[in-house]
T-cell receptor
């Protein structure tokens, strides 16, 4: 597609429910990033994929958070047993090359998924 | 990871005024971008500027990589410039600053 697409745009989950958030990156982009943005805060890094390899998951807040990108394109962020503190906007970004490269590393963001846990 | 700090955290301007937003980063970076987050939460790419200077209309940006900072200049500000401006920087990964909330009043 022309841009990064995320679905759903809005998700309301009952506490304890599992959720899955989807990210379709720009076609051909090697790198894919997930961020969590709480209300009034800046985006916080969660995890990074280079193709299908998850190279950095240091930002995942707990073992309830899991991300995958099995074929190196679409990615899913799964949150198990959701809690109220998981309420946030989850942003996905992709870039043509890996950040360590000195070119073509501009990141493009989707519109995000707003998760509300009640 | 790299620490990214932005200043000022809040800025209120009269329409027509100029402003400078600053981004400091703690280590060498390959990637530096400036974004404007619109009221619907979308991050709009302003500049991809790991080094050097770029201009786009009333906006311009300069990154001095050796001194680990970047500046975003907004000239002749308009009310539509209001919102939060983020700097994102990194080498092996990408990290956001805490943002500058700009309010332009008529």
């Amino acid at each position: 597609g022309a841009g990064v697409s995320q679905s759903p745009r809005y998700k309301v989950a009952k506490r304890g429910q599992d959720v899955a958030l989807r990210c379709d990156p720009i076609s051909g982009h090697v790198s894919l990033f997930w961020y969590q943005q709480a209300l009034g805060q800046g985006p916080e890094f969660l995890t990074y994929f280079q193709n299908e390899a998850q190279l950095d998951k240091s930002g995942l807040p707990s073992d309830r958070f899991f991300a995958e990108r099995p074929e190196g394109s679409v990615s899913t962020l799964k949150i198990q047993r959701t809690q109220q503190e998981d309420s946030a906007v989850y942003l996905c970004a992709s870039s043509l090359e890996a950040p360590a490269r000195a070119w073509a590393t501009e990141a493009f963001f989707g519109q995000g998924t707003r998760l509300t846990v009640v | 990871g790299i620490q990214v700090e932005q200043s000022p955290p809040d800025l209120i301007l009269q329409e027509g005024a100029n402003s400078t937003l600053r981004c400091n980063f703690s280590d060498s970076v390959n990637n530096l971008q400036w974004f404007h987050q619109n009221p619907w939460g979308q991050l709009i790419n302003l500049f991809y500027i790991p080094s050097g200077t770029k201009q786009n209309g009333r906006l311009s940006a300069t990154t001095v990589a050796t001194e680990r900072y970047s500046l975003l200049y907004i000239s002749s500000s308009q009310t539509t410039d209001s919102g939060v401006y983020f700097c994102e920087a990194g080498a092996n990964n990408l990290f956001f600053g805490t943002g500058t909330r700009l309010t332009v009043i008529p």
